[in-house]
C-alpha cells in the first residue's frame, strides 16, 4: 500500500474511533430530549401569592380540585423563559405536595400560598403543570386586590 494512502486510513481510522467513544461519555447535564423537530426542556419556576379558597378537593371526588382565585402574578414567566406576568384570576390547582395540609381551610378563607410550575414538552406544545408547595391562613381582614399584571411582557424570546 502506498505510504501516504496507508497514512491516510490510519488518521481516518483514528479519528473515527476517538469520535465514536467521545459519543459514549456519560455528560454532565442531561442532554434535552429530541420530540418531533422541537428540543423538549422544562422551565420550572415559584411563586408566592395571595389568594381566596374558591373550592375544596372534596374527599372520593378525583376530579374536584382546589380552586383559588389569586392576586396578579407580575413575574409570571411563560413555557419559553419569558417573563410575562399573569393577571389575578381564579384557577384550578390540581397537584399539592404531600406535605400540604389543607385541614382548617375553607371555602373563602384568605390564604397566602406558594406554588411550582413546571413548564414541559417540546417548546411549540408546552404545557405548565402546577403543584401547590405551601399554604398559609391570613387574617380575614388582609385586602387583597384582584388587578390586571403591572409587570410589562418582556421581549419574545430569541429564535433558538
Known amino acids: ?46 411563586y ?18 382546589l380552586m383559588i382565585r389569586h392576586e396578579a402574578i407580575n413575574d409570571f414567566v411563560d413555557g419559553r423563559g419569558d ?5 389575578a384570576m381564579t384557577m384550578p390547582f390540581p397537584a399539592i405536595a404531600p406535605s400540604v395540609a389543607l385541614d382548617g381551610l375553607a371555602v373563602g378563607d384568605k390564604i397566602a400560598f406558594e406554588f411550582s410550575n413546571t413548564w414541559s414538552g417540546p417548546e411549540s406544545a408546552r404545557r405548565p403543570g402546577w403543584t401547590i408547595i405551601s399554604v398559609e391562613k391570613l387574617p380575614p381582614e388582609t385586602e387583597l386586590t384582584f388587578a390586571k399584571k403591572s409587570t410589562p411582557p418582556s421581549k419574545p424570546s430569541e429564535p433558538r
Open 83 to 87: 417573563v410575562v406576568g399573569m393577571n
Open 1 to 46: 500500500m502506498n505510504p501516504t494512502l496507508r497514512a491516510a486510513a490510519i488518521a481516518a481510522a483514528a479519528f473515527f474511533a476517538l469520535t465514536s467513544c467521545k459519543k459514549g461519555l456519560p455528560s454532565q447535564t442531561s442532554p434535552p430530549t429530541q420530540t418531533a423537530g422541537a428540543v423538549a426542556t422544562e422551565i420550572t419556576n415559584t
Open 48 to 65: 408566592r401569592v395571595r389568594g381566596i379558597v374558591e373550592s375544596l378537593p372534596e374527599a372520593g371526588k378525583p376530579a374536584s380540585e
